[in-house]
């Protein structure tokens, strides 16, 4: 089974740009004029899944809420390189309305407001 997590956007090129300069995605492609969509599809390397970010003449309907998240597991042993190369791109944490991503990852919102977290690996019991 493969995974994709679709969201429609109003900044398509701003959410493009910031997923890959900021984190480090690749473009596994892009669709323009689709049935009246541009998309883009995002993803790392060697994964079997993508984000796929959509646009329209309709208007973005939807509200971030506090516990809507991408949570990213870069891998302990390379977690606080990555959370170093974000805060060197001027990316800064905010609260997490749930405590666990406080004591256990680095939260921040993409340019949409939707919150973020690369995340430590539980340990394992």
């Known amino acids: 089974m493969k995974l994709r997590i679709a969201r429609h956007t109003d900044q ?3 959410i493009k740009t910031f997923y890959i300069e900021t984190l480090n995605f690749e473009s596994l492609g892009s669709f ?4 009246g969509y541009n998309g883009t599809f995002l993803t790392f390397p060697n994964q079997t ?16 809420d506090e516990d809507d998240l991408i949570v990213l597991y870069p891998g302990n042993e390379n977690y606080d390189s990555f959370v170093s190369e974000l805060k060197a791109k001027g990316i800064k944490t905010v609260s997490a309305k749930n405590p666990y991503w406080n004591k256990n990852g680095f939260h921040f919102k993409d340019p949409d407001g939707f919150g973020i977290v690369i995340a430590l690996e539980p340990e394992k019991k």
């Open 49 to 64: 899944w993508h984000l796929e970010f959509t646009s329209s003449e309709a208007p973005v309907e939807h509200q971030p």
């Open 12 to 14: 398509l090129e701003k």
């Open 32 to 35: 323009f004029d689709h049935d």
